[in-house]
């Protein structure tokens, strides 16, 4: 058979007006090739529309009607394919006598003719990605690209290798990352039979001292039934030889009263009368002061102990669990995992939480190890405010929305302030972005008033309440007192930084550096919960600081 005449792009034997192969080829002066009806017929119609001419492909502008000239080359090369393709249909039509159900163009891979035109499937159309012979290409995909099917198994070839090679690669890593979640387990279990027994030799030591504590106690509570025991003694023997005494005056008294001669009475009296005033003597103190004294003492010794110990734990149980979310959000990728395995290997937990505890933070990337999650409560919300995204962000409700409001026991009754769900008693960073010209971002103990309409109930009014407050310029409230700040706000972002147990409240602005505004120092009694009013025209989001980044 002739070596067939067909190109590696059949649509270069194709007129791009007419897609299909070119009759009677004519060269255009910016060199391209069309059948000369079809570019004749084009120019008419620009002729019609416009006076320019214009070239279909490159849509390159002629000032005037072009002069076309035959490409007697191409057409000569289009012959050729004509004729290679129609000797070929004639060879398999001579040689497959048999009549044939239709076929696709490429009905399975088994096939190795084509349904339509029983001439071997070897042209691949990229374009629509399917296997052709070259007379479906030539009739039904002008202007696709085209290619060998061998030369295209090459190149997909090529694509499966360096896939197969990627899947490796991911599988690989999968691999490691599998074992090191393994280990990690490991790891785990062993760090957290190292804490028990840690916590178990420091609770138990503490343990030790306060019995030791209670043996001297004891000591002392011996001690003091000895004194008491023996001044009531001595008491009693005091009591006991003034008790004789008074027996011998008793029947002085008697004798004397029982004397006949009024002269010997009366020589008797001064003296015996004298003898008799003397009064008993009494106890100096109760003997029972001290116990008394001691049980107070050590009642509210226990009280302290409860509510230090409750208070602490909470604290430790609380780091500990915000500890875990973060680990658990940061293990979504491989080099997170790998770096939490090494530093569990240098650095155990309980140290990273004792140096956090003592380090004061000082970029945005160490406060946001303390970040904390906050949601709005709406039960708190005045009824002009609306919760919104996830009870994240609160502002102003708009007059045409305002419907009759459930009245929740906890809402704030006068005053536009809502509060937000949790309460913190550990070492706490948050951050809002406030909109507006006026708000109040504070943090309060639960009980503050919700429905006074003074200024109790506000914000900073009280000594239960702090509040940084935001207009033309900054200023820190607490129990009625207020503190101007020099530094105008610049940013939109402030970030709150609570340290519970050190009893310190520090307010940031935050762009790309932390600016310090103002530090607050207190006694915190119960956990604090934080909370906002708005101004006219005001909005406040909680941001979510775990995909925070300036």
């Not at 694509?159 to 490796?168: G, I, N, P, V």
């Not at 003898?275 to 008394?292: I, R, T």
């Not at 009280?303 to 909470?314: P, R």
Request: with cysteine.
């Amino acid at each position: 058979m002739a070596e067939r005449n067909i190109p590696a792009k059949m649509n270069h034997l194709c007129c791009q007006i007419c897609r299909n192969l070119l009759r009677n080829p004519v060269m255009i002066p910016c060199g391209h090739n069309f059948c000369m009806r079809c570019i004749q017929d084009q120019w008419d119609c620009d002729q019609l529309r416009s006076s320019l001419y214009r070239c279909p492909e490159c849509e390159y502008e002629f000032p005037s009607r072009p002069q076309l000239i035959k490409n007697t080359t191409l057409a000569e090369v289009v012959r050729e394919t004509e004729m290679s393709c129609n000797k070929e249909q004639q060879s398999s039509e001579g040689h497959q006598r048999v009549l044939k159900r239709p076929r696709s163009c490429a009905e399975t891979s088994e096939s190795t003719l084509c349904g339509k035109h029983d001439k071997p499937l070897d042209v691949y159309c990229c374009t629509d990605e399917q296997i052709i012979c070259a007379q479906c290409a030539s009739a039904e995909h002008g202007g696709h690209r085209i290619g060998w099917v061998k030369e295209e198994r090459r190149r997909k070839e090529k694509e499966l290798r360096d896939m197969q090679t990627k899947f490796k690669q991911t599988l690989q890593k999968q691999e490691r990352k599998r074992e090191m979640m393994g280990e990690m387990i490991g790891q785990i279990q062993d760090e957290a039979r190292k804490t028990e027994a840690f916590c178990e030799s420091v609770i138990v030591g503490a343990i030790d001292s306060l019995q030791k504590h209670y043996l001297s106690v004891k000591e002392a509570i011996a001690a003091q039934e000895e004194a008491a025991a023996a001044q009531v003694r001595l008491s009693l023997k005091s009591l006991e030889e003034e008790m004789k005494q008074m027996k011998k005056r008793d029947a002085k008294l008697d004798h004397l009263a029982h004397t006949e001669s009024n002269i010997r009475f009366l020589q008797k009296w001064p003296s015996l009368k004298l003898l008799c005033d003397h009064s008993f003597q009494e106890l100096s103190e109760d003997p029972l002061l001290h116990f008394e004294l001691t049980k107070r003492a050590v009642e509210q010794l226990g009280k302290q102990l409860e509510e230090f110990c409750d208070k602490e734990f909470a604290s430790i149980c609380n780091t500990a669990d915000g500890e875990e979310q973060q680990e658990s959000a940061s293990e979504t990728e491989e080099d997170d995992v790998q770096r939490r395995s090494e530093a569990s290997v240098s650095q155990p937990r309980v140290s990273r939480t004792l140096a956090k505890q003592k380090v004061e933070p000082k970029t945005r990337e160490e406060f946001l190890q303390y970040a904390c999650e906050l949601s709005l409560d709406p039960t708190t919300a005045h009824e002009d405010l609306v919760i919104l995204e996830g009870e994240k962000t609160v502002k102003l409700r708009s007059e045409r929305s305002k419907n009759p409001s459930v009245r929740y026991p906890e809402r704030f009754i006068h005053r536009r302030q809502v509060l937000c769900r949790e309460g913190l008693q550990a070492d706490c960073y948050y951050e809002v972005e406030v909109k507006g010209d006026k708000a109040e971002i504070a943090l309060t103990y639960k009980g503050i008033d919700r429905k006074s309409r003074t200024t109790l109930s506000a914000f900073g009014a009280k000594a239960n309440s702090w509040s940084l407050d935001l207009s033309k310029h900054y200023s820190v409230s607490h129990n009625s007192e207020s503190i101007q700040l020099t530094t105008p706000p610049r940013h939109h972002r402030v970030g709150i930084y609570l340290k519970f147990q050190t009893g310190t409240l520090s307010f940031y602005e935050v762009s790309d550096s932390m600016n310090f505004l103002y530090k607050v120092e207190a006694k915190f009694r119960e956990p604090l919960y934080p909370g906002f009013w708005l101004g006219e025209k005001c909005c406040i989001r909680i941001c979510d600081l775990r995909q925070s980044r300036l």
